[in-house]
């Protein structure tokens, strides 16, 4: 029997380009993305509209087309989520529980759910943030996350939902618009750099926080999901590193390709949130588990970056 994959929350950061693998991987009659809307370009593949916190209308497109995994990318993110913190809550985690449920119904065979670094908190360890260590989320994404990771591994324990979970950090990539997040400038940075030569960054010039390039990110989020079940040892959500930089060092690394590029700083609301988070993670759980290895470092992406953007122009 052939998997048939339903990706919620496509047309995100995240959602654009895990499509497009396991597209690759599965063929594209068997991956279907889904969001509360279609994109405004439609690209190959099949698409359906869903709201995730409507379980009669999920189930609907389980049962059409024989969905046997779910990738759940929909959720409000760090910066968006404290302007509506209820529904973020609502979302993120009505979401979340309606697709548990399903596949406790064994209706699905296998879940995936991305948690966060929002997870940890002001009194997290800030460097080489271990997997089991202090949480305490200040904001409500990254408290529905560690609910979220809660659930995870109570359905797992209870109902043996085989459901798995990476810990992302900030995300860079080229091919679509961030969401909202607090490590938004990280992708912002580029756009700017080659549109004005200028960036007025939200986080102040030291602020250091975990990130990871979206190819390391999909690759990771892949593996972990076709790795056999005993190696997954973790049912709450793993660590998972890639790079740990601060705006200065990038600004540093993207003058090296435009040398003429100035960066200027004007914290927001968005610092305080970066403030809560750790400076780089301990990701030896994963290491261990199944494997996992980043490609990619500050220089490499800098690169990969300005290469696919100019491409883009």
Not at 171 to 176: D, E
Not at 210 to 234: C, F, H, Q, S, W
């Amino acid at each position: 029997m052939k998997d048939k994959i339903l990706v919620i929350g496509s047309s995100g950061q995240i959602g654009t380009e895990l499509v497009e693998a396991l597209r690759v991987q599965f063929g594209s009659d068997n991956v279907i993305a889904s969001d509360l809307k279609a994109p405004e370009i439609p690209g190959e593949g099949l698409f359906e509209a869903l709201d995730v916190t409507d379980r009669e209308g999920l189930l609907r497109i389980v049962k059409k087309h024989g969905i046997t995994q779910i990738y759940l990318l929909a959720a409000l993110l760090s910066a968006t989520a404290e302007k509506n913190p209820l529904f973020a809550w609502k979302l993120n985690m009505e979401g979340l529980l309606n697709v548990l449920e399903l596949a406790r119904e064994k209706h699905l065979a296998k879940v995936y759910w991305p948690s966060s670094i929002a997870v940890f908190g002001p009194n997290t360890p800030k460097d080489h943030t271990a997997q089991y260590t202090i949480m305490e989320p200040s904001t409500v994404y990254g408290i529905s996350k560690q609910s979220g990771e809660r659930w995870c591994e109570y359905y797992y324990a209870k109902y043996g939902v085989d459901v798995r979970s990476l810990r992302y950090p900030g995300l860079i990539g080229w091919k679509s618009a961030p969401g909202g997040g607090t490590t938004d400038y990280a992708v912002h940075i580029f756009h700017e750099a080659l549109k004005s030569g200028s960036y007025e960054c939200f986080l102040g010039p030291e602020t250091a926080l975990p990130m990871m390039y979206m190819p390391d990110a999909i690759r990771a989020t892949l593996e972990v999901m076709n790795a056999d079940p005993g190696r997954i040892k973790i049912r709450s959500s793993y660590n998972l590193g890639g790079i740990s930089f601060s705006p200065k060092d990038l600004a540093e690394e993207i003058r090296k390709i435009i040398p003429a590029f100035k960066i200027s700083y004007k914290p927001d609301s968005r610092q305080q949130i970066a403030d809560t988070w750790p400076r780089s993670i301990d990701d030896s759980a994963s290491r261990l588990d199944w494997g996992w290895k980043p490609l990619y470092d500050l220089k490499t992406m800098t690169e990969d970056m300005f290469i696919n953007l100019k491409k883009k122009q």
